[in-house]
């Protein structure tokens, strides 16, 4: 009789710790934290994730992917804004205008009159007037070919899509000025994601005037398109010119961009000039020198193609002065040839070979990549958009890898600092063969890449956020030796609309309801506690009793939260 009532008594007392245990855990463990589980429907953006060139969305099943671009495809406006860079009409004395994007413009349709078209970015403002059409040499003899001319414009808003993975939609707009500088020479600003880009087509040699004698034998003649603008206030921004400041005095010259500074951050840049024609040789494109003076009040930059060049181009060519909003952008892909040698940070991409020992290869950089460390990737593909130039025969095979470093920097203007970080590439590298002609402006889609990607998250150092190169080339000689037996792809210069893209599927890791975690856990602590219980209440103690409620309370609480902090909730 007394055993029994010794047993009963005993149960009585564990019962009563584990259900105080119970009930202590309920309490602690009722807020601890709101469920892990994503309010996303399939295909919502995650909002939060939102950076300046990237978008993540939710795929459904713990699934995501991120999309980027080497180009902005948001303008910061108290958070990230998607860019739409339409002309809409303006208040005189403009007639047209753009505001959705990092830098705003106005522009006149008047293409005869003073500044035509006003640049703002952050307070500061540049007004630009297209000036004098001519040639000259190196005795800076000048003939002129033509003066802007009377011609009504024609605006138009191009439907684009910044990301079309995910579809970013957005207006491209441009004013185009045709007969500009007389018959069959067209003049055209069109704003871009974060660059305003002034194009001069050309029709054909024979709409320009024919070079005096003594411009010929002046030496070096070359065409030049001189372009007027506004000099900045010199106490808020400085003009940087090779890394040094301009004293806007004396005249200076650069293949590299003319950079505006204020407070230490770049507002925008002239970009370096360029000048391309419709052949696909290397001699389809070249590089102007700028040449930056002060005339009067006045700044002028010049543009300078030569005329050899143009007596050989294949019609119709292009010149092109660009400002960009984005300038850091510029180095983030690079074109690399080899033997001969040569590198651009301003150029088309390229991959393939030719019939002589070239050999091409690029780099693209993507930033701000919000995948987390170890993640599982699902899947990847990097997508280009074909560039103008392009061979129409041969069979391209290249192969695509990734540079193995945690966070990797934009591209040096160095050939071999690019050959040595393309030498410490991954070991997955994945061959993209076979690729056929490419259509002008279609985009296309890589092999999978998926474990190119999983090798450089899978590193220690990897974090999100950080950034990743991707090499595109034929380095490796792979392709046969036909002539032009490469393709080209728009690079961020030439277009950021269309420049290279990043596609990536992930699964998340999934952490359940933090209060189903808390319980679960907190369990498991009253079920050791009750054990205990058992062993302590042998001795029929009320200290034994409360010793072991005591060291079940404590150590439900701390794994609780232990829980909670681990877990992050």
């Given at each position: 009789?007394?055993?029994?009532?010794?047993?009963?008594?005993?149960?009585?007392?564990i019962?009563l710790?584990?259900?105080?245990?119970?009930?202590?855990?309920?309490?602690?463990?009722?807020?601890?934290?709101?469920?892990?589980?994503?309010?996303?429907?399939?295909?919502?953006?995650v909002?939060?994730?939102?950076t300046q060139?990237?978008?993540?969305?939710?795929?459904g099943?713990?699934?995501?992917?991120?999309?980027?671009?080497?180009?902005?495809?948001?303008?910061?406006?108290?958070?990230?804004?998607s860019?739409?860079?339409a002309f809409?009409?303006a208040?005189?004395?403009?007639?047209w205008?753009?505001?959705?994007a990092?830098y705003?413009?106005?522009?006149?349709?008047?293409?005869?009159t003073?500044?035509?078209?006003?640049?703002?970015k952050q307070?500061?403002?540049i007004?630009?007037?297209?000036?004098a059409l001519?040639?000259t040499?190196?005795l800076?003899?000048?003939q002129?070919i033509?003066?802007?001319?009377?011609?009504?414009?024609v605006?138009t808003?191009?439907?684009?899509?910044l990301?079309?993975?995910?579809?970013?939609p957005?207006?491209?707009?441009?004013i185009?000025?045709?007969?500009?500088?007389?018959?069959g020479?067209?003049f055209?600003?069109?704003?871009?994601p974060?660059?305003?880009?002034?194009?001069?087509?050309i029709?054909?040699l024979n709409?320009?005037s024919v070079?005096?004698?003594y411009?010929?034998?002046?030496?070096?003649?070359?065409?030049?398109?001189?372009l007027?603008?506004?000099?900045?206030d010199e106490?808020?921004?400085?003009?940087v010119?090779?890394?040094?400041v301009?004293s806007?005095?004396?005249?200076i010259?650069?293949?590299?961009?003319?950079?505006f500074w204020?407070a230490?951050?770049?507002?925008?840049?002239?970009m370096?000039?360029?000048?391309?024609?419709?052949?696909?040789?290397e001699?389809?494109?070249?590089?102007?020198?700028a040449?930056?003076?002060?005339?009067?009040?006045?700044?002028?930059?010049?543009?300078?193609?030569p005329?050899?060049w143009?007596?050989s181009?294949?019609?119709?060519?292009?010149?092109?002065?660009?400002?960009?909003?984005?300038?850091?952008?510029?180095t983030?892909?690079?074109y690399?040839?080899?033997s001969?040698?040569?590198?651009?940070?301003?150029n088309?991409?390229?991959?393939g070979t030719s019939?002589?020992?070239?050999?091409y290869?690029?780099?693209?950089?993507?930033?701000?990549?919000?995948?987390?460390?170890a993640?599982?990737?699902?899947?990847?593909?990097l997508i280009?958009t074909?560039g103008?130039?392009?061979?129409?025969?041969?069979i391209v095979?290249?192969?695509?890898?990734?540079?193995?470093?945690?966070?990797?920097p934009?591209?040096a203007?160095?050939?071999?600092?690019?050959?040595t970080?393309?030498?410490?590439?991954?070991?997955?590298?994945?061959?993209?063969d076979?690729?056929?002609?490419?259509?002008l402006n279609?985009?296309?889609?890589?092999?999978?890449?998926?474990?190119?990607?999983?090798?450089?998250?899978?590193?220690?150092?990897?974090?999100?956020g950080?950034?990743?190169?991707?090499?595109?080339?034929?380095?490796?000689d792979?392709s046969?030796?036909?002539?032009?037996?490469?393709r080209?792809?728009?690079?961020?210069?030439e277009?950021?609309a269309?420049?290279?893209?990043?596609?990536?599927?992930y699964?998340a890791i999934?952490?359940?309801n933090?209060y189903?975690v808390?319980?679960?856990?907190?369990?498991?602590?009253v079920v050791?506690?009750?054990l205990?219980?058992?062993?302590?209440?042998q001795?029929?103690?009320?200290a034994?009793?409360?010793?072991?409620?005591?060291?079940?309370?404590?150590?439900?609480?701390?794994?609780?939260?232990?829980?909670?902090?681990?877990?992050g909730?």
């Amino acid at each position: 009789m007394r055993k029994k009532r010794f047993k009963s008594l005993t149960m009585a007392k564990i019962c009563l710790v584990t259900v105080v245990l119970i009930v202590l855990l309920s309490i602690v463990g009722l807020p601890a934290g709101e469920t892990t589980d994503r309010p996303y429907a399939t295909g919502d953006e995650v909002v939060d994730q939102r950076t300046q060139s990237s978008r993540t969305t939710y795929l459904g099943e713990a699934s995501y992917s991120w999309d980027g671009s080497i180009g902005a495809i948001h303008y910061e406006n108290n958070g990230w804004q998607s860019i739409n860079n339409a002309f809409v009409p303006a208040q005189a004395p403009w007639d047209w205008e753009m505001l959705r994007a990092d830098y705003h413009i106005r522009v006149k349709e008047d293409f005869t009159t003073d500044q035509i078209i006003e640049l703002e970015k952050q307070g500061e403002v540049i007004q630009l007037q297209p000036t004098a059409l001519e040639w000259t040499n190196d005795l800076d003899q000048v003939q002129l070919i033509s003066m802007p001319q009377s011609t009504i414009p024609v605006v138009t808003n191009l439907v684009i899509d910044l990301l079309p993975a995910v579809g970013v939609p957005s207006l491209q707009g441009t004013i185009r000025w045709s007969n500009a500088y007389g018959p069959g020479i067209d003049f055209q600003w069109k704003c871009q994601p974060t660059k305003l880009t002034k194009i001069i087509e050309i029709s054909s040699l024979n709409d320009l005037s024919v070079p005096e004698q003594y411009i010929l034998e002046g030496g070096n003649p070359v065409l030049r398109v001189n372009l007027v603008f506004n000099p900045p206030d010199e106490d808020s921004v400085s003009i940087v010119v090779d890394g040094r400041v301009w004293s806007q005095q004396d005249s200076i010259q650069t293949f590299n961009t003319i950079e505006f500074w204020k407070a230490g951050e770049i507002l925008w840049g002239f970009m370096p000039l360029r000048y391309w024609g419709s052949g696909q040789d290397e001699t389809n494109e070249g590089q102007s020198i700028a040449t930056l003076e002060k005339r009067g009040n006045k700044l002028y930059i010049s543009v300078r193609v030569p005329y050899s060049w143009l007596q050989s181009a294949v019609y119709p060519v292009f010149i092109d002065t660009d400002v960009n909003a984005q300038v850091g952008a510029d180095t983030d892909d690079a074109y690399r040839r080899l033997s001969p040698s040569a590198f651009y940070l301003n150029n088309q991409l390229r991959a393939g070979t030719s019939n002589m020992d070239f050999k091409y290869g690029s780099g693209m950089r993507f930033t701000n990549i919000t995948i987390p460390q170890a993640i599982v990737i699902d899947g990847a593909n990097l997508i280009l958009t074909s560039g103008s130039g392009n061979p129409t025969g041969a069979i391209v095979n290249t192969r695509i890898s990734a540079e193995d470093v945690d966070d990797a920097p934009t591209f040096a203007d160095n050939a071999a600092a690019f050959d040595t970080r393309w030498t410490a590439r991954t070991t997955e590298r994945i061959d993209w063969d076979a690729i056929p002609v490419w259509t002008l402006n279609i985009e296309y889609t890589s092999p999978e890449i998926k474990t190119v990607i999983q090798e450089i998250v899978d590193r220690i150092g990897w974090a999100s956020g950080q950034d990743i190169v991707l090499f595109w080339e034929d380095f490796e000689d792979r392709s046969t030796h036909n002539a032009n037996t490469y393709r080209n792809s728009w690079s961020y210069d030439e277009s950021p609309a269309k420049a290279p893209k990043l596609h990536i599927e992930y699964t998340a890791i999934v952490i359940p309801n933090s209060y189903a975690v808390t319980l679960a856990a907190g369990l498991g602590i009253v079920v050791l506690m009750a054990l205990f219980a058992v062993l302590a209440l042998q001795s029929l103690s009320v200290a034994s009793v409360i010793m072991a409620a005591v060291i079940g309370i404590v150590g439900t609480i701390a794994v609780v939260f232990l829980t909670n902090v681990v877990l992050g909730m």
